[in-house]
């Protein structure tokens, strides 16, 4: 059945019908759980399947994959990995979990790696039924984790306790206006608990009464505040919201606008004056995923709503768009600590109309590609000097789905 998920058809009818792509994370996220199971096992983490490829980030040498078992305390749950982040010598890594048996929505994990060290389960407060657990790091010392809880999506954010053990601490969220709930919320750090929100608001079930969320928190001590947005927005009817954030500290930079007709990116100003820069048609659902300087060199995705890869390349404060072929859809953005940017996706083969096999797509902004010898789909990265993370689902095989290390 999971096949159906990722078909251009259905694709195409989630963004018609609920103006989100369907297997961008936003729905089907159970179906990724169940392909990524295999991967969560009771115990210690250990390190299995190693693969190689040909060519290294930003040289010649080889690219080594390794496979990350994780650990899971409850053996009648199953997990899949949502979002990755790096910060100093630490690595992050979210997941939702799933019940077995009923395939009812679990807790959150957050596994933490420092170092040379083993990944190892970060202790938070208890959490029910979550929904897109995003983890953002602003240094080795700092990282949150947003989610939304329950069957009333509630907002939730855990920050990093100073440390030596891996724990959160949960801190004050933001919360929807009178009357809706959160559809899918992101988040963006920066020091001193600078914290950005960006996603949709909904009614009900009403899907096609959608309204765009972004909110802004100073300091952590200080509170959450709604922020203005632009005055020209069209209707936010079947649109997925603020998709898309790249800012500087102060406030200023991009902001990214999935209206169901139409994309956009808006720059602002430190002074929360928004300008229109860029647009994009028919040719993509939304836009997400950006990073690198907003005052330099970034990349963005678009998911197409055709078979060829979108990319948004920001240089000297222009936005153009590149078209991928080597690529059916692109589903994440990392940088390297030297500053190389990373974009990672899929290439889907099909047979009598059907997806039925799934290449995994790693490229640089200049489009080289990198050999990745996993079947799959890339879903979440995370560099660091010599050494990586990759998740990878809708894998072929069902054991072949989850983390990777890669070393080049």
């Not at 210690?44 to 693969?51: A, E, K, P, S």
């Not at 329950?150 to 030596?164: H, M």
Request: glycine letters at 10%; a negative charge; aromatic letters at 10%.
């Amino acid at each position: 059945m999971w096949k159906l998920f990722r078909t251009p058809w259905f694709k195409l009818v989630c963004a018609a019908v609920l103006g989100i792509g369907c297997d961008h994370g936003y729905l089907g996220d159970d179906v990724q759980a169940e392909i990524a199971s295999s991967d969560f096992r009771r115990g210690t983490v250990d390190n299995v399947d190693i693969v190689d490829g040909d060519r290294g980030v930003g040289s010649g040498n080889k690219m080594t994959f390794r496979k990350v078992a994780l650990s899971l305390s409850d053996e009648k749950s199953m997990a899949g990995i949502y979002d990755l982040a790096v910060g100093g010598n630490v690595v992050w890594a979210s997941a939702y979990t799933f019940n077995r048996t009923t395939r009812d929505k679990g807790p959150m994990v957050v596994w933490e790696k420092v170092g040379s060290k083993d990944f190892a389960r970060a202790t938070l407060p208890p959490t029910h039924a979550v929904h897109f657990p995003d983890v953002c790091a602003v240094s080795a010392e700092e990282a949150y984790v947003l989610a939304l809880d329950g069957p009333d999506r509630k907002a939730r954010l855990f920050a990093r306790k100073p440390g030596d053990k891996p724990l959160f601490e949960e801190q004050p969220a933001v919360e929807p206006s009178e009357g809706r709930y959160f559809s899918v919320m992101r988040l963006a750090c920066f020091p001193g608990g600078n914290l950005w929100v960006y996603g949709s608001m909904q009614k009900g079930d009403d899907i096609g009464n959608k309204v765009h969320a972004l909110f802004h928190r100073p300091s952590t001590h200080e509170a959450w505040q709604a922020v203005p947005l632009p005055h020209d927005l069209p209707p936010p009817s079947w649109s997925s919201g603020v998709s898309l954030l790249l800012l500087r500290a102060d406030g200023s930079g991009y902001a990214g606008f999935s209206l169901g007709g139409e994309a956009r990116i808006y720059e602002r100003t430190q002074d929360g004056i928004w300008e229109k820069v860029f647009a994009i048609g028919d040719e993509a659902l939304q836009i997400t995923s950006a990073v690198g300087d907003p005052s330099g060199r970034a990349v963005a995705i678009a998911q197409p709503k055709g078979n060829e890869g979108i990319i948004l390349s920001l240089e000297d404060a222009v936005w153009s768009t590149k078209i991928v072929p080597e690529a059916s859809e692109f589903r994440a953005t990392a940088q390297t600590p030297e500053g190389e940017l990373l974009i990672g996706g899929v290439r889907y083969s099909r047979s009598g109309g059907v997806v039925d096999a799934a290449e995994a797509v790693l490229v640089n902004s200049d489009l080289q590609r990198l050999p990745v010898p996993v079947r799959g789909r890339v879903h979440a990265m995370g560099f660091l000097s010599k050494t990586g993370y990759v998740a990878i689902n809708f894998t072929e095989k069902v054991e072949d789905a989850g983390l990777y290390e890669v070393r080049f």
